[in-house]
Structures are given as structure tokens and as C-alpha cells.
């Protein structure tokens, strides 16, 4: 059995080690689905800057899985409501959202097809998600025949 925390800091910390970088729900769920819709990939392909969630490396298309909150979606509206430790949650989620920016210019530099999907638009609309990719695929295939 798990000692729960006591304290509203040692909760933050039980939680906060709780969240997964990589095979988190939002991923394996997309995952699933476009295995269902046949399309075969990579996943955490590590040969790739910033190690997309997702890479189909037939069509050069790399798709990133963002969680809402650590790559700011909605940021300066969330940005006001951030009470703990503000000087350090600005400072982390800002530079997730360069960092964000430059790997995507980077494998568009390297012709790749970046997509980025929000991790709620994942849970509202997994199927609008999974077209926006296997139209992605189709374009790929019909510019590798022109």
C-alpha cells in the first residue's frame, strides 16, 4: 500500500512524479487508432530532433502529442491563473513552447511534415486527428509520384 502525502507540497511532488513523458493515454490512443487505420510507424523515434511521439518515416511526417498545460495551449490566459511557484512554471512552459517552435522549423528545414496535436483535441476528436494524418499520408504518396 502507498503512504498517501500529508502535506499540499508533498501531494504536488506524489503527483508530479507520477506524469509520464512518453506512452502517456493521449499517445497510446492515437497510436491504436492509426494502427487500426493501417499505417504503420516509429515511436519516440530518438534519430529525429526533439524525438517525435509518433514518426512515419515512409512519408517523412513526424506527429507530436502535446499535453496542454506543459506546452501552453491557452497559455496567457493559464499563465495568469498559476499561483505556486510562478517564476518557475513561466520560465519551464515558455521554453517548452521555443523549444517546440525550433524542432518543428528544424524537420521542416530537413523536409520533414511536422503535425502537432493538442493533447484535448486528441480526447475530443481522435477521428478528425486521425484523417488530418492519413491525409497527410495521401498527399506524401502523391508527391512522391509527381
Not at 3 to 30: A, G, H, L, V, W
Not at 32 to 48: D, M, S, T
Not at 93 to 121: C, T, Y
Not at 135 to 146: E, H, K, M, N
Request: hydrophobic share 35%; net charge positive.
Amino acid at each position: 500500500m502507498v503512504k498517501q502525502p500529508r502535506t499540499k507540497e508533498e501531494q504536488r511532488r506524489y503527483i508530479m512524479s507520477r506524469i509520464r513523458s512518453n506512452d502517456s493515454k493521449i499517445e497510446t490512443d492515437f497510436r491504436k487508432a492509426l494502427w487500426h487505420e493501417g499505417i504503420r510507424y516509429r515511436k519516440n523515434y530518438k534519430l529525429l530532433p526533439g524525438k517525435p511521439d509518433i514518426v512515419i518515416t515512409k512519408h517523412k511526417i513526424a506527429i507530436f502529442c502535446d499535453g496542454d498545460f506543459w506546452h501552453g495551449k491557452n497559455w496567457e490566459t493559464k499563465k495568469a491563473k498559476i499561483m505556486d511557484n510562478r517564476e518557475y512554471w513561466i520560465t519551464k512552459i515558455e521554453r517548452n513552447m521555443m523549444r517546440d517552435k525550433e524542432i518543428s522549423q528544424l524537420l521542416v528545414a530537413n523536409g520533414w511534415e511536422v503535425i502537432r496535436f493538442w493533447g484535448s483535441e486528441i480526447n475530443k476528436d481522435l477521428n478528425a486527428c486521425i484523417d488530418e494524418v492519413i491525409t497527410a499520408v495521401i498527399q506524401a504518396r502523391v508527391d512522391s509520384i509527381t
